[in-house]
Structures are given as structure tokens and as C-alpha cells.
């Protein structure tokens, strides 16, 4: 595959480099954007602190991670065919390190490392408003100029920190699922804890239980989780995906999560409940996609629909789970689908092993680690090993942690002081021509991501090719634009149950957050609006 030959930067007396772009993380979207931005004939350079590619693939590394939502074949990059044709996927949630293996290959096949910079974190991006260029401050003291600035930062990559009392005296081992060490872990004849159950938690416990000696798990919010159903992709599975691939791809287009599946339109008050629960039954059975996929459209807006398939769900945890009492503290009391969907591998199961306790925060919070032990209102519970599976500052974190300096050095952390402010969460009022790949206000992670991630770019790449045409320098929204799409951002979320559950889709897992849905729920919609909004000639963008 023959990439375009790129524009050398030019250097000022050695002391900063000149790129048209420079893009912050290596991650699928960062990748994307070097690949998209070089075949369009400009200089690029890519930041990023990892010692390689992949993003939130390189870091995550704890047992049992892996592709937890519609996966392969489609869980990848389809603006190349050839890529699809030399990659064969060996499950259908693939495992973290055949995710991270397919992006390593995406590099290499593309001669991406030749741009990116390993090891370099960007500590500060300013914007000069006299050059109409951002400047960028490195780690490694490399400095960068740059007509534009493309951050890539990731919606979840930002790890939660827990604030609890003595945490940081705790003197056994401690990870944390987000930042987990690239050695193997070992758990045997140790007594692990682990505090989160979310989808890293609820990935890794039944990983960790099967060697640890002892495990406790620490439940902040119980879960309802769903069968994954994970399987081999088989040869004619692959071999369809490849022969009718545009095919799929369109199919990806015109879906409003971006995976090529038909959504069951049928509400669920519709079928008897004897019809719901035989349906709900099979799909249990099948696991995976094939629950998210063929269950009720209206699960997620009417209450009754919502309740009868929590109902489903929480008699499930009472069959699997042996001891009554260990299912009740198991039991979610939240709406259904309006925290993120998890598919797991045996998690419920867990609970009925000898070797697990599990302790409802709730119930009996914790009130102080100690050099060998967590402490909750009921006892001390001794352990070797710390796992904080608490998850991210996700959506806004990551932006947030660069905190870019926009006109008259006005910082991110200013402007979304109270709310993320952005139209079409690509950009921001007061930061000419930088651009955020997954922000907030946009499809993000309720979108196939490297899907989305080409989507954003190709209109990113279009807009400055357009700018290009007609001499213009620099570009950002205007105030109103960002007022109407945050309307519109709320509006459709509150159409939904989803705003009425605490998580981190809205800032509530992360204390002084503005507590509020940032995401845009019609992935298709949303990049068909912004198609036409290009075609109307950027409407609601100002040029310089």
C-alpha cells in the first residue's frame, strides 16, 4: 500500500520544528489522522507518551481485557480493503493483545512510526493568535509549530484515581486496570482486592479468581451484566466480510451505534410477557451482540420496557449465583442499559467460588486502607494485592489533562469550567484550528471508534482542504453555534432513561465533574448532519 510522500518540516535555527499539523496521541484515531493527513500532502508530526501504538490498547493490558461490544471483523479501520484482506480476526470479542497486534500490523503496513514521536508527552499547546499557529511544549523538550492541532487524546484514557483515606499507605502491590504493568502479574497464593466493577472489573475478576489465593471484591455500584458469547470468527464469516465489504461498510454508515447489524424495531409492550421472556431467553442463551442487537427498541425510553427487562436480568443473577444473599448485593437498582453494557465471561459465576468474598460498599463502605488491609464498617479484610479497576475520566479527561491555551491564553480548564463546551464535538469557541477526535458532544463511545475516529478525520481533512482552497488561515465555531448544539445534544439524551442513572457517560464517577450527558446518541444521524452542514459551507463556523 503506497503512502504519499510527505512535506519535510522546516526548522528555525534549530529550535522548533514547522508542521502544517500536529497530533496528540498514537492511539486508532491518532493513527487514522497521520495516515489521512499525509495522503493529502502535509507534514505531520504525532505525539504520544506510550513507547508504541495503540492507545488505550497499550495500556490496558489487565487480564481478561478485551473487545467487549460488536467486534470482529468490524471492530477495525475500513478505509482499506487491503488491510481487510491481510488481517484475519481469531475471535469475535477479540482479547487486548489481538487488538493491539492488528494495530501494531496497521503501522507497520502503513510506515506510520516514521512520524510519531514514542515517550513525548505534550505539557502545554498554545495558540498564537499574530501567527495563527499552535505552539507545542514536549517532555523531551522538543518544541513544534503547527497550523493546526489535532488531538487525539482518547475518551478513555484519563485514569480515576480513588481519593479513599490511606490508599497511598497500602504497601502491597497496586495497579490499576488502566495503566497495568506490560510483565506478567502474578496472583498465585496472594489475596487480592479489587475495587470497581465496571467493564475492566467485571473482566478481570474471573481472571484473578481462578489463580488468586483469596479475592475480595470491593462493589461500588452493582452491575447488570450480559453473557458475551464470545466465540472463534469463522472462515466463511471472514471470507463473507471480505467479499461484500463495501457492502458492509455502508450498512456501517447508515447505523446509528456504526456496526453492520439490523436493530430489532419492535417494542417490547408489544409482545406478550410470555413472548418477551421467551425472546429475552434465547437471547441470553446466544450472548453477545446478538442481546444488544435483538432486544426491544424501546428499552432505553419507556420505563415499563426498561423495568421488565431489568426484572429479566436480576432473575438471572438469583439463578446463577447460589448463596441468596450474595445475589441481592448483586443486584443493579439502576435503569437497564444506562450504564455502559458489559458482556462478560463467567462474572457472575465467580460469586460461587469458595476463594471470593464480595463486600457492598454501600452496605459497609470502606473506611481506611492500612500498610496490609482494607478496612470497612464490618472488619478488616487482609490482603497482598491492590487491582483498581475505578476506570476513567472519560469523554472530557483527557482534553482536560492537556488543557490547551486558546486566545488570549484562555485555558480549556476555564472554558469548561461548568460545561464542555463545542460544537459538533469536533471544536471549541476561542481555539482556532484545533480539533478533538471522540469529544464530547459527539457519537464517542456509543459509536463503532474507529469508525468514528475516520469519520471525524475525512470531515476534518475536508475542512482543511477547504480552507487551503480559498487562502483562509484559521477557523472555530461561534458562540451560538456551541449554544444550539448543546441543546441539541441534551435534548436528544433527555428523549432517554440514560441521563437519569449516575455514570461516567454523565461525570458522575469523578468528584467536581459537571454532572451532565455529553454525548451525542445517533452516530448515523450525527455524521449525516455534519455532511451537511460541510455542504452549506461550514455553517456556524467563523474563517479568518
Not at 493491539?100 to 499547546?125: C, G, K, N, P, S
Amino acid at each position: 500500500m503506497e503512502t504519499a510522500n510527505k512535506t519535510q518540516p522546516s526548522r528555525e535555527n534549530g529550535s522548533i520544528e514547522h508542521y502544517d499539523a500536529v497530533i496528540i496521541g498514537a492511539g486508532i484515531s491518532g493513527m487514522y489522522a497521520l495516515h489521512h493527513l499525509r495522503e493529502m500532502g502535509l507534514s505531520v508530526r504525532v505525539y504520544d507518551g506510550a513507547s508504541d501504538v495503540g492507545g488505550t490498547w497499550w495500556y490496558n493490558r489487565y487480564p481478561g481485557a478485551r473487545v467487549d461490544a460488536p467486534g470482529s471483523p468490524f471492530y477495525s479501520y475500513t478505509f482499506s480493503e487491503e488491510l481487510m484482506k491481510e488481517w484475519d480476526w481469531a475471535e469475535v470479542q477479540a482479547e487486548q493483545s489481538a487488538v493491539l497486534d492488528y494495530i501494531e500490523f496497521v503501522a507497520d503496513r502503513l510506515d506510520l512510526r516514521r512520524d510519531i514521536q514514542f515517550e513525548t508527552w505534550v505539557q502545554d499547546a498554545r495558540y498564537d493568535e499574530s501567527l495563527q499557529r499552535w505552539t507545542v511544549e514536549t517532555s523531551t523538550g522538543v518544541r513544534a509549530s503547527a497550523q493546526f492541532l489535532i488531538c487525539a487524546v482518547g475518551a478513555l484514557s484519563t485514569t480515576n484515581m480513588p481519593d479513599i483515606p490511606g490508599i497511598l499507605d497500602f504497601a502491597g502491590e497496586c495497579y490499576h486496570t488502566g495503566s497495568w504493568p506490560h510483565e506478567p502479574v502474578s496472583f498465585q497464593g496472594k489475596r487480592v482486592a479489587v475495587i470497581g466493577t465496571g467493564s475492566s472489573g467485571v473482566q478481570s475478576i474471573p481472571e484473578i479468581a481462578k489463580e488468586a489465593d483469596h479475592m475480595t471484591v470491593l462493589q461500588r455500584t452493582a452491575q447488570f451484566t450480559f453473557p458475551s458469547g464470545n466465540r472463534p470468527v469463522k472462515p466463511e464469516e471472514m471470507a463473507d466480510a471480505r467479499e461484500n465489504w463495501d457492502a458492509y461498510v455502508a450498512k456501517m454508515y447508515a447505523s446509528p451505534a456504526g456496526f453492520p447489524f439490523d436493530m430489532n424495531e419492535r417494542k417490547a409492550l408489544d409482545d406478550t410477557p410470555e413472548h418477551r421472556r421467551a425472546r429475552y431467553e434465547e437471547l441470553w442463551r446466544r450472548g453477545g451482540v446478538d442481546f444488544l442487537k435483538g432486544g426491544y427498541s424501546d428499552i432505553t425510553t419507556s420505563e415499563e420496557a426498561n423495568a421488565w427487562l431489568a426484572d429479566f436480568c436480576r432473575d438471572k443473577i438469583r439463578e446463577i449465583v447460589d448463596d441468596p444473599e450474595t445475589a441481592r448485593k448483586l443486584m443493579p437498582d439502576h435503569y437497564i442499559l444506562t450504564k455502559r453494557a458489559i458482556l462478560d465471561c463467567g462474572y457472575y459465576e465467580t460469586f460461587n467460588r469458595d476463594n471470593v468474598t464480595l463486600v457492598d460498599l454501600r452496605e459497609d463502605p470502606i473506611e481506611r486502607f492500612t500498610p496490609t488491609s482494607v478496612i470497612t464498617r464490618s472488619g478488616e479484610h487482609p490482603i497482598d494485592m491492590l487491582v483498581l479497576a475505578t476506570g476513567f475520566d472519560a469523554i472530557s479527561g483527557s482534553m482536560l489533562r492537556l488543557n490547551p491555551k486558546g486566545r488570549g491564553g484562555d485555558s480549556l480548564k476555564e472554558r469548561w469550567q461548568d460545561r464542555f463546551h463545542n460544537y459538533l464535538g469536533l471544536s471549541v469557541v476561542g481555539f482556532p484550528n484545533m480539533f478533538m477526535i471522540h469529544g464530547p458532544g459527539s457519537p464517542g463511545v456509543f459509536y463503532n471508534m474507529p469508525l468514528g475516529a475516520e469519520r471525524q478525520m475525512d470531515w476534518i481533512g475536508n475542512l482543511i482542504s477547504d480552507m487551503k482552497e480559498r487562502g483562509m488561515r484559521a477557523v472555530e465555531p461561534t458562540t451560538e453555534s456551541e449554544e444550539k448544539w448543546d441543546n441539541m445534544v441534551a435534548e436528544l439524551a433527555h428523549s432517554t432513561l440514560l441521563p437519569r442513572t449516575d455514570s461516567w457517560w454523565t461525570g458522575a464517577n469523578v468528584p467536581g465533574k459537571p454532572r451532565y450527558f455529553s454525548v451525542y446518541l445517533d452516530g448515523g444521524g450525527y455524521h449525516q448532519m455534519i455532511s451537511d452542514i460541510a455542504a452549506r459551507g461550514y455553517e456556524g463556523f467563523v474563517f479568518e
